[in-house]
C-alpha cells in the first residue's frame, strides 16, 4: 500500500483547483450560515457520524434562487446594482457550469467599465481571473491584477489592495512559484488584519496552509488549517469552511489520522449540499476514498471513487478523472481482478499522457507495477517501476528548473525595480527642475499680467471717473435749469398774481365807481357790462397761469392737494393716491408735479386719450407715479420724441430715477416713474 503522500488524494492538480475556488470566494461577501448549531455542536456531530456516508441530496432551494435572479437581471435597469447582480449569477453558475459563469462575468466587466464603478472591476478580476487559471492561463490572470493592484492603490482602496495581493498569490501558486506566492501571501495578510476583517484573515490562514503545504512543510500546513477553522468554525455553514475542511483533512492524513481527517470530511459533504456544489463534492468523495483505502475497506472505497468518477466526467474533469481511475484501479487490483485494474489504468495512462499529467502517469506507472508483482511478471515489474521513478524523477527536475526560473525572476525583477527607482529618481529631478522653472516663468507671465491688467483697469478708472464728472456736471447743469426754471415759474406767477392781478382788480373796482356816478343809456350799459365781463375774465385767465406756473397748493399743503386740484379741473382724468403723506423737497414735489403735468398735458393733446389714470404711490423710502391713457400711443424704439418727453427724462436723471414707458400704437400709453427719497 502506498504512502498518503504518494496518493491520488494528495496530487498537485487537487491543491491547484481547492486553492484556486477559495481565492475566488476572497472577493466574495460571506454567506450566512443556515445551521443554528453552535460550532462545538457541528464538530460533535461530525464525530459522532464519522463513519456514516455522507448525503448525496442537493438544496431544491438553489435552482429557484437562480431562476429568480435570472428573471430580475431580464429586467433591471442598466446600473450598478444590475452589475452586482451578473457577479452573483456567475459566482452561482461558477461551479456548476463555468462556461455560462464566464458571460456573466464578462457582462459585469462590460457594464462596470460603461458606469465607471470601481466595485465591479474589481469583482470582475477576482472572478474571471479564476477561471483563467483553471484553463492554465496564470499569467493572464497576472496581468489583470497587476492592473487591478494599481487601480487599487490609486484609489488608495485598502481592501481590494489586500485582495488583490492574496489573488497574485493564487497565480503564482499556479505557476507553482510557491515562494513568490507566499510573499505576496504575507503581504495581504497584516491589511487584513489592519482591517479587523477576521474571515478574510481565515481565508489567508488557510492560503498559507496551503502554500506550505506545497513546500511540504506539514507542521506548517496543520498549524494555519488550525488557525483558519478556529475562525471559520463561527460560520459552520459557509462555503468557505469547505475548503479548509478538505485541506485539514489532507494534512491530517499525512500525519496517519484518519479518524479525524474522516469526520472533517463528512462535515464538508454536509456544506457542499447547502450550497449545491457537485464540483467540491468530488474532491470530498476522493478524500473519503483515500481513507477507505487506508482503511482496505475496499466497498466503501469504490463507492466514493465512483461517485467522485461520475463528477469528474460531468466537469469534464481529466485530471480528476485519472485520480478517480487510478484509485478504482487499485481498488479491482487489490480483490484480484487484474485485467479490469489494466484496464483502468490503461486508460488513465492515455489520457494523463493526452494532457500532460506527469504525476498522474506516475501513478498510473506504480500500479502497473504493483500488478506485475501480483502477476509474477518480474521483467514487467523492473519496466514499469523505472517508468515511475523516471517520472518522478522529471517532476523533481521541473520543480528545480522550475525554481531556478523563480529565481531568475526575482533577480531580473529586484534589476528592473532598481532601474525604475533610478528612472524615477532621475525623473522626480527633471520634474523639480521643471516645476521649478516653470514657477519663474509663471510668475514672470504673472507679473507682466498684473501690470497690464493695473494699466488697463487704471485707464478705465479714469475713463469711467471722466465719465461720471461728465454726468455730474450735466446733472448739475440740468438741476440749475430745473431750480431755475423753478424760481423763474415762481417768480412769474407771484409777480403776475401779486402784480398784474392786483392792477386789474384795481382797474376792476375803479370802473365799478365810475358805474355809480355816471348815467349811461341802455347801449352803452351793455358796452360797460361787456368790458366789466371781459376784466373778470383777463383776472381768471391771469390767476389760472400763475397757478399754472407754481400752484400755490404745491407750496403750501404739498404734492397730493396740487395733484389733485390739477386733476380734477380735468373731467377725463381720474387720480388716486396710496401710502403716507409726508412732505418731500420742495425740488422734488415741483418736479413731480410739472412731470405729471407734462403727461397729461401729452395725453390730451398729442394722444387724444379719452381716459387718463394718475397713480401716486409714496412708501418712506421711495416714491413711484403712473400715469396711463386710452389714447393711440406710440412706439418708443422708432418715434421720434419731443422736447416734453425728453424734458420729463433730464429731470428723472437728475434725481437718479427710473422711468418705464410702455406703449404700442393703437393700445395706449402707460408711463411708470420711481424715485428714492433720501431721508434727511
Known sequence: ????????????????????????????????????????????????????????????????????????????????????????????????????????????????????????????????????????????????????????????????????????????????????????????????????????????????????????????????????????????????????????????????????????????????????????????????????????????????????????????????????????????????????????????????FEHDFPIQIKDAYTVLSDLSIARHDFRSYQYYLAKADSIEMSVVNEKTQRYAKEMEAKYETEKKELKIAALEKERGLMIWLSIAGGAVLLLTLATFFFLWRWTVQKRRLAETRIKQFEQEKQLVATQAVLDGETRERARLARDLHDGLGSMLTGAKLSLLEMKKGATLDYANMESFNNALGLLDESVQEMRRVAHHLMPDSLSRFGLKPAVSDFCGNLPSVHFNYYGNEARLDPKMEVMIYRSIHELVNNALKHAGAGKIMVQIIQEPDRIAFTVQDDGCGFDPATQTQGMGLQNIRTRIASYNGMIDINSKAGEGTEINVELRIENT
Open 1 to 352: 500500500m502506498e504512502t498518503a503522500h504518494n496518493s491520488p488524494f494528495y496530487n498537485l492538480n487537487f491543491q491547484l483547483i481547492l486553492f484556486a475556488a477559495l481565492i475566488f470566494a476572497a472577493g466574495c461577501n460571506f454567506p450566512r450560515g443556515n445551521s443554528g448549531k453552535q460550532p462545538s455542536e457541528v464538530q460533535a456531530a461530525a464525530i459522532d457520524t464519522m463513519s456514516v456516508s455522507p448525503p448525496d441530496s442537493i438544496n431544491p432551494e438553489w435552482n429557484a434562487k437562480l431562476d429568480s435572479m435570472l428573471h430580475l437581471a431580464a429586467d433591471a435597469k442598466p446600473d450598478t446594482s444590475l452589475a452586482k447582480l451578473y457577479y452573483d449569477i456567475g459566482e452561482m453558475l461558477f461551479y456548476n457550469d463555468s462556461k455560462k459563469a464566464k458571460e456573466y462575468f464578462i457582462k459585469l466587466k462590460d457594464l462596470s467599465e460603461k458606469l465607471n464603478w470601481s466595485e465591479g472591476k474589481y469583482l470582475f478580476s477576482v472572478a474571471y481571473t479564476d477561471e483563467l487559471n483553471r484553463e492554465g492561463m496564470p499569467d493572464s490572470s497576472i496581468v489583470i491584477f497587476q492592473q487591478t493592484l494599481e487601480l487599487a492603490k490609486r484609489e488608495m482602496n485598502e481592501k481590494w489592495t489586500a485582495i488583490t495581493l492574496a489573488n497574485l498569490g493564487v497565480c503564482y501558486y499556479y505557476k507553482k512559484w510557491f515562494e513568490t506566492a507566499l510573499k505576496y501571501n504575507n503581504e495581504a495578510l497584516p491589511l487584513f488584519e489592519k482591517r479587523g476583517e477576521k474571515f478574510n484573515v481565515a481565508q489567508t490562514y488557510y492560503m498559507t496552509a496551503t502554500l506550505y503545504e506545497s513546500l511540504n512543510m506539514q507542521k506548517e500546513n496543520l498549524l494555519y488549517c488550525e488557525k483558519a477553522l478556529n475562525i471559520f468554525n463561527e460560520k459552520p455553514d459557509t462555503l468557505q469552511r469547505i475548503f479548509v475542511l478538505i485541506n485539514y483533512a489532507s494534512a491530517l492524513l499525512n500525519t496517519n489520522n484518519s479518524e479525524k481527517a474522516d469526520s472533517c470530511l463528512i462535515e464538508a459533504q454536509r456544506i457542499c449540499n447547502l450550497h449545491n456544489n457537485k464540483y467540491l463534492s468530488g474532491m470530498i468523495y476522493k478524500g473519503l476514498a483515500e481513507i477507505a483505502w487506508k482503511k482496505y475497506d475496499l466497498d466503501r472505497m469504490e463507492k466514493f471513487n465512483r461517485k467522485s468518477l461520475a463528477i469528474d466526467l460531468e466537469f469534464e474533469d481529466e485530471a480528476g478523472y485519472c485520480t478517480s481511475m487510478i484509485g478504482l484501479a487499485r481498488m479491482e487490483l487489490c480483490r484480484g481482478n487484474f485485467n479490469q485494474s489494466e484496464e483502468y489504468t490503461q486508460n488513465v495512462l492515455k489520457t494523463a
